[in-house]
């Protein structure tokens, strides 16, 4: 079992590391991949994985980031940061990056410290699952629930459980089961469960990725218990999921779930502020 709390961050050849190479914990930064092996690389790397890279490595005059552009079309769920020169006339190759999917994009200027890098990966961590999450969600869910649900994404990506959430919200057990009714989501383990099965829907999508490295990135012990997972959640296969969107799917039926839930919660406060009226 990989250890948790430790964030492999995957260097592409052409990279000039240089302040990169010093970034502490929970990063560990590894010895530059080349391209030819950069989908392996992806493909067996856990989602709290990070890839960094020059997106201009590889290009000739004209071409828009060949390289960066197939590795995002076959492994969209990597959290990809790039890494080049911010300057005026890098603008709109930013905003390019970003709209392909690119988390985070690290300036090589002077103001390129160690600390300054940290907080770009630090806010580039689970970036794909909580923006996919955050387009997902119903417009119902509250303040609160997405906020919580989001603290869930990053506990997931790297194979946490009910345990992990409630430290990394820095409350107590009882405290975050309280919160979650509160919020009208499923109690913590339950809430865990199905980002579990949300984060192995979003990398099931994954044109580059199979079912069995898929099991494996999610902590599954073989992709038969990720089917079985799965399958218990959504009712499908993970063939038929593929063919047809997996986490689509999926965010479908865990939006079903919170309406219920919602639906239940607001019930029981009107109930129990009627019982007050008349106490």
Not at 131 to 150: F, I, K, Q
Not at 171 to 185: F, G, H, Q, S, Y
Request: charged residues 25%; hydrophobic residues 40%.
């Amino acid at each position: 079992m990989r250890p948790r709390n430790v964030r492999r961050v995957i260097v592409l050849d052409g990279l000039v590391l240089g302040g990169l190479g010093v970034v502490g914990p929970p990063y560990a930064v590894e010895p530059p991949v080349p391209w030819a092996d950069a989908d392996q690389a992806v493909r067996n790397a856990p989602p709290s994985a990070v890839v960094l890279l020059d997106p201009y490595a590889g290009a000739r005059p004209g071409d828009a980031f060949p390289r960066l552009h197939e590795l995002l079309r076959r492994f969209p769920s990597t959290t990809v940061v790039a890494v080049l020169e911010l300057r005026p006339e890098t603008v709109g190759d930013v905003t390019t990056l970003l709209d392909w999917g690119v988390a985070e994009v690290v300036d090589t200027g002077p103001e390129s410290t160690p600390r300054a890098i940290h907080a770009r990966l630090r806010q580039a961590h689970a970036r794909p699952l909580k923006r996919r999450l955050e387009r997902a969600l119903s417009g119902y869910v509250g303040t609160e629930a997405r906020d919580l649900l989001l603290g869930a994404a990053e506990v997931a990506v790297e194979g946490g459980g009910a345990p992990e959430l409630a430290r990394a919200l820095k409350v107590a057990p009882r405290t975050l089961t309280e919160k979650c009714t509160r919020a009208d989501v499923p109690p913590p383990r339950q809430v865990q469960a199905w980002m579990r099965v949300l984060l192995a829907c979003m990398l099931l999508d994954d044109p580059g990725r199979t079912a069995y490295a898929t099991a494996y990135a999610c902590g599954y012990s073989t992709d038969r218990s990720l089917r079985r997972a799965v399958g218990s959640f959504l009712g499908a296969d993970a063939t038929t999921l593929r063919r047809g969107g997996a986490f689509v799917r999926a965010a479908r039926a865990f939006n079903e779930v919170l309406r219920e839930l919602r639906e239940e919660g607001r019930e029981l406060r009107h109930t129990e502020r009627t019982a007050e009226r008349e106490g």
